[in-house]
């Protein structure tokens, strides 16, 4: 099996970012290691992996940790200057821990990087309005076996995986997609009706912190890569502070 367009994607935004080629890199969930072989053809010198099923991993003189990304990584904090999940959140029951783990691993001001498919592009939302399932995650998980390496229990919207992301410190930086899909194209004709909508639902917010948050998000999911996208593809920074405060401590 041969790199896939969003690993390309991937290895492409990396490469792009970071020019010092001896970062400490940790992709989770590897697969074979095609990502990881990309990296390493791109001059990357500092990779390791992270695998339920390490026994599968196929690039020889790489590390592949044995590890569940449902539970406490096996990494000690602030390890990694990247941790890279491509195509894995999708699959797990607490995404706010596995965002909170990828954090913890990560050095202060490092980057966390997640791609995850989009359920809400246009032809995503024509195939919900119809049929009550998005694109990608088309009929309901089997109730009768337990295979979530493959099925996409929690498919989430933007605006979750930002929720997830922001909520543990992690701040988007960049987003991007790995293909525009063509169905999604007819979509652009009715553009300013989904703005302009979206607009009024998301400025009903009182809260004027939230508000300005929301009009963030109108923006972001009105770029191409998240309107017209097949997948989602963020790469984010570890900051010291969380934005999110508690009532009894506000």
Known sequence: MGISRNELKVIDIIKSEFKDKSIKILELGPGK????KGLLEA???NVEAMDMHPENF???????????????LPFDDETYDLVVAAEAIEHLENQYNFASECARITKLYGNV???TPNITNFASRI??????????AIRPSSEFQKNWVIEHIYPITFWQLRHILHTNGLFIKILSTSKLRRSSFLGLLFWPLSYLFTYKALNSEKEARQNKVN???LKQMHTL?????RNQIVLTQKEPNHYIRTIENP
Request: glycine share 12%; net charge positive; charged share 15%.
């Open 33 to 36: 290691g095609m990502l990881v």
């Open 43 to 45: 001059g990357f010198t």
């Open 58 to 72: 196929t690039i020889k003189n790489v590390k592949c940790h044995r590890g569940n990304l449902s539970e406490k």
């Open 113 to 115: 990087m997640i791609t």
């Open 127 to 136: 195939r919900f309005l119809f049929t009550g399932f998005y694109s990608l």
């Open 215 to 217: 009009m963030e998000i």
């Open 225 to 229: 890569a998240l309107y017209l996208g």
